[in-house]
């Protein structure tokens, strides 16, 4: 009946690996001396080819492979080829944004390749066991990616922040696993999601929902679980942060979706009004706290918060628009989100030379490329038409308001108002004249160099195909919703059964 | 020819944009690009009327594609006797801004010349658009480029004034697109068109009618403004540059206020008139109040604004034939007085630098050229016979005074002679008495030839729609008329295509 090898079923996970080692080994191998910026070539060559690997797998038949552990089906190659594509650009910006001195720089590519491994399993993980390795495989990179300014004191304070933090989060998810396991006997998703209707009121398995929830909503850096993001934002380095803040939140949320969609659909009335909750408590949160940002990279911390909340709108949603929605909210954030970090990575540079939203006055004037960029990317993260940013909003709101969330829809709206305000007020600095005096102080802009050049248009060109022509993504989206929807026949797992009184 | 038109006028500013962004900042060139372009874009526009037909009912030039599968959103945009005449104003007036601009905008024209381009595809767009969610996304757009140059080339606070102004205007358009959403999940539609035909004919609650109403109600009156919404309005204008002022307040939300609010839900429009002829009122009287005593002729001039669009704000809500008449036919009148005044009030400030009223004093003996055009202006804004502004404040007073009520009709009929007050007394401040010391020292020219070249043919159209209203007037009158109270039943042609999932209180999804 299983036709497929199950290699082909993680053929993207195998190649990011295996670049991954490679690069290690490469790394080991090469004097000291040597600069590093050919690792990233091999990175980005293998980050292509998992993108290309991934499409490949649409034409598998949908189904799980070793032994019912992961599954390929169009929701897993979506966020797969979102999450490859934010690291490609990651790593084209990386290549030219990090200075020749960064220490370790081989291992920073191995480290981004590596993260993706964790974050493409983790959308494609079918039991619960694996899910919580590759959340573990991927916390890990990032954990170290975003202390990798050793050498200033909000580096080591941001890593050790979230590691603790991410650990404890986790601990939860785990909790919650082994409680699953308890009142069901199983960690497999679909016999799980068979299991629980009839253990439906068991104390066990609500008590495993909410704890699997703590763990993932403090993964997407939901409220109330968001203190971390603007203290490990803005000790790790931007181009860490373009990374952090949308590809581990893409397969995140990609999580959330499999848990609450397809394992616990029967307590649909259980974790709707608590993700109504959350969606409310992280726009408004997110959006209040970031008026009063001073620093850029805190301010666009609180907004990332903010947008984890209007994308929890769209779980209002009804099936398959609810998940719809979701998805292409994530490709939209993640696109707009990758942009605007990574042109302000190029702004301030490495070590943040320029972390205040003052110090970007006359950026249209002194870099009329990046300052009207940085106009674009936050007019999109404002929500106007035409852009990502605007259908992203558009769905999750329409799901929101299809499901009769429609206090939701108005509350997230008014927040995209509140919003507009610290977006706006930072485009509009960007805008404004700088005084002789300033002009003075501030070095002049270096160009962005070619690669950089790159990843800006690519996540430009994203951020307009979805504003603008977003049918084709949505048709994906829409074959992800459904194939979430409807579980493909779980093959027996003969490895996975265990000798436990099985409560049904 | 009549399939492309719209969308040309729609693109060919776009494209305008585009090019002005990529070509160097060299002797004026995005001037020249900028003002082809519109120019090219305005005799776009009078094709429009040269081939509209009158009296031929629904939409014309329409174009219907769809665009995104789902939810079903078609670039759908059409023209009727509403939008005909005010999208021939948008291209006119465009040309007008550039040479406002021309002088006045010495840096960074690339920025300034493209973001107004794109601001001029907004306002076309907003014009055209007959799919709800096309219409909100112009809506949305026409407001990016409009804080940007007013947060770049504003006066003093640019960028305190931009905020405000788009936190007044976006922030009413959440519950509008909450509400355009709620439609779409009830109608599965998007289509102006057909969801007027289902409003009139389909079984909605009318609470639900009220709620929409009010939520589209209420991002329109901010627009416009209607008092007390109008917070932003005195700030923007006095920041913002010419071209922009021109074309911020007004139009757009009054004719989405006639097509939208009172096209989609003709009852709970009824039943919200006698509250916005309420405010109107307020409105025409508090704005002229407050433009009496004004220092800053934009300030002046901004509650002058708020005033005569109360006056417009009245009429459409007065519910009568010839005050929509009236209506459209001022919305007009006052685009075309307000892009003359605003262009020699620019002209004004480039000379001297200043726009404290105080400051000046006996500039006509210096510039004879711009007094004698702004007292035109002046004359036509009052509403002097035989110039435009007579016919469109006529018609809206006396429909109102007959169909509505001679109480609010005296009421604003004060207005009108406060108008002619602070406005006169303007002119004298301005323009005569003795020479002021600032208007003394400073060597001004009068009027460059460009300048003559786009004021000359505004005198003769406020002339010329002073002396022959009808020609405009038919048109209007041949198509835009107020709902009829009671729903008739005799359905539109359109309603035979309208697809099988109409009305369902079943929703895509429900498991």
């Known amino acids: 009946m299983n036709q497929v090898p199950d290699i082909l079923r993680i053929l993207p996970e195998v190649i990011l690996t295996v670049t991954g080692v490679l690069i290690m080994l490469v790394d080991a191998s090469m004097p000291a001396s040597a600069p590093r910026r050919p690792m990233g070539w091999i990175a980005a060559l293998g980050t292509t080819l998992a993108i290309w690997s991934s499409l490949q797998q649409l034409a598998l038949p949908a189904g799980t492979g070793f032994f019912g552990t992961v599954e390929t089906s169009p929701f897993t190659v979506f966020f797969h080829v979102l999450v490859c594509g934010i690291v490609l650009v990651a790593l084209l910006l990386s290549m030219d944004a990090l200075p020749e001195t960064t220490h370790h720089q081989g291992e920073f590519y191995a480290l981004i390749v590596f993260g993706a491994v964790g974050m493409c399993l983790l959308t494609s993980a079918v039991e619960l066991l694996v899910v919580f390795i590759a959340l573990e495989i991927s916390s890990i990179a990032t954990y170290i990616l975003a202390g990798y300014r050793k050498e200033t004191g909000k580096g080591p304070e941001a890593a050790i922040k979230y590691f603790l933090l991410g650990s404890f989060a986790t601990a939860f998810l785990l909790y919650g696993i082994a409680l699953a396991f308890g009142a069901t006997g199983t960690t497999q998703v679909y016999e799980l999601a068979r299991a629980i209707p009839t253990a439906a009121n068991h104390p066990l398995v609500v008590a495993s929902l909410a704890l699997m929830l703590v763990g993932i909503l403090f993964k997407v850096s939901a409220a109330p679980f968001h203190v971390w993001t603007p203290d490990v934002y803005e000790g790790a380095p931007s181009v860490v942060v373009a990374l952090l803040s949308t590809a581990p939140k893409a397969a995140a949320f990609a999580l959330l979706l499999r848990v609450v969609y397809e394992i616990f659909p029967s307590l649909h009335a259980l974790w709707t009004p608590l993700l109504w909750a959350v969606a409310v408590l992280s726009m408004t949160v997110g959006n209040l706290a970031a008026l009063r940002q001073q620093n850029v990279k805190r301010m666009l911390a609180y907004s990332s918060i903010a947008h984890a909340g209007y994308l929890l709108a769209a779980f209002a949603g009804l099936g398959t628009s609810g998940i719809a929605a979701a998805s292409f909210y994530t490709a939209a954030y993640a696109a707009m989100n990758v942009g605007v970090f990574a042109v302000i990575a190029l702004v301030s540079g490495y070590d943040d030379e320029l972390p205040l939203v003052s110090d970007f006055r006359g950026l249209l004037y002194r870099s009329p490329f990046l300052g009207s960029l940085l106009v674009f990317f936050l007019v999109s993260l404002v929500g106007i038409p035409f852009t990502g940013g605007f259908f992203g909003k558009f769905y999750s709101f329409s799901a929101a308001v299809d499901g009769g969330a429609i206090a939701l829809a108005i509350i997230g709206l008014l927040n995209s108002g509140l919003a507009a305000g610290y977006y706006l007020r930072l485009a509009l600095t960007a805008a404004q004249r700088n005084t002789d005096e300033e002009s003075a102080r501030i070095a002049p802009m270096a160009q962005p160099k070619l690669l950089a050049v790159v990843a800006l248009l690519m996540a430009v060109g994203a951020t307009l195909v979805l504003g603008i022509v977003p049918n084709q993504v949505l048709h994906a989206a829409q074959s992800a919703a459904h194939t979430l929807q409807t579980p493909p026949v779980v093959q027996p797992a003969p490895v996975m059964v265990i000798d436990q009184p099985v409560i049904r | ?511």
């Not at chain 2, 900042?25 to 090219?40: F, G, H």
């Not at chain 2, 480039?350 to 035109?376: D, E, H, M, N, W």
């Open chain 2, 1 to 511: 020819m009549n399939q492309m038109i719209l969308t040309l006028i729609l693109l060919v500013p776009l494209a305008g944009a585009v090019l002005v962004a990529l070509v160097p900042d060299r002797a004026k060139l995005p001037n020249w690009i900028a003002l082809l372009t519109t120019l090219a874009t305005f005799i776009f526009t009078l094709h429009l009327p040269a081939h509209f037909v009158q009296g031929q009912g629904g939409f014309q030039f329409e174009v219907n594609r769809p665009w995104i599968e789902s939810p079903a959103i078609s670039y759908h945009v059409g023209v009727d006797a509403l939008s005909l005449w005010l999208l021939v104003l948008v291209g006119l007036l465009a040309p007008v801004g550039v040479v406002a601009s021309w002088n006045a905008v010495t840096e960074r024209r690339k920025v300034f010349y493209s973001l107004f381009l794109v601001q001029q595809t907004a306002m076309v767009g907003v014009f055209i658009a007959l799919d709800l969610m096309l219409y909100y996304g112009f809506w949305e757009l026409s407001l990016v480029p409009m804080a940007i140059l007013i947060a770049m080339y504003g006066r003093k606070d640019g960028p305190k004034a931009a905020l405000k102004f788009f936190l007044f205007t976006f922030i009413p358009s959440a519950p509008l697109l909450v509400a355009i959403l709620w439609m779409y999940t009830q109608t599965h539609t998007f289509d102006f068109v057909l969801l007027q035909v289902l409003f009139t004919h389909g079984a909605f609650p009318a609470s639900a009618l009220c709620w929409l109403s009010l939520a589209f109600l209420f991002a329109f009156a901010v627009k416009v403004p209607v008092f007390p919404l109008h917070g932003w309005l005195a700030d923007t204008f006095s920041e913002a540059p010419v071209a922009l002022a021109m074309v911020v307040a007004g139009k757009l939300g009054l004719y989405s206020m006639i097509r939208f609010h009172i096209g989609l839900f003709p009852a709970q429009a009824r039943a919200a008139a006698p509250w916005l002829i309420a405010l109107a009122v307020i409105g025409i009287l508090y704005g002229a109040c407050l433009a009496l005593v004004q220092r800053d002729f934009w300030r002046l001039m901004a509650f002058a604004a708020l005033s005569h669009l109360s006056l417009i704000v009245l009429a459409i809500y007065g519910f009568t034939f010839t005050g929509w008449a009236g209506a459209v036919y001022q919305i007009l009148s006052h685009g075309v007085v307000d892009a003359a005044l605003f262009l020699l009030l620019g002209a004004l400030e480039v000379r001297y630098g200043a726009s404290q009223i105080s400051a000046y004093g006996g500039v006509a003996a210096k510039l004879p050229r711009l007094a004698t055009f702004f007292v035109i202006g002046t004359l036509a804004m009052i509403g002097l016979p035989m110039l435009s502004g007579f016919v469109g404040e006529f018609l809206i007073l006396s429909s109102t005074f007959v169909g509505v009520s001679r109480g609010w009709t005296i009421a604003a009929a004060f207005g009108v002679i406060l108008g002619a007050a602070y406005m006169l007394w303007l002119v004298q401040r301005l323009f005569y008495g003795s020479t002021s010391k600032l208007t003394g020292e400073t060597v001004a020219s009068d009027l460059h030839p460009g300048e003559l070249a786009i004021l000359a043919p505004l005198a003769v159209l406020m002339l010329a729609m002073g002396i022959a209203p009808s020609f405009w007037l038919g048109t209007i009158q041949s198509g835009v008329h107020p709902p009829p109270e009671k729903a008739t039943t005799v359905l539109p042609t359109s309603v035979l295509v309208v697809p099988a999932m109409t009305i369902s209180t079943q929703r895509e999804g429900q498991r």
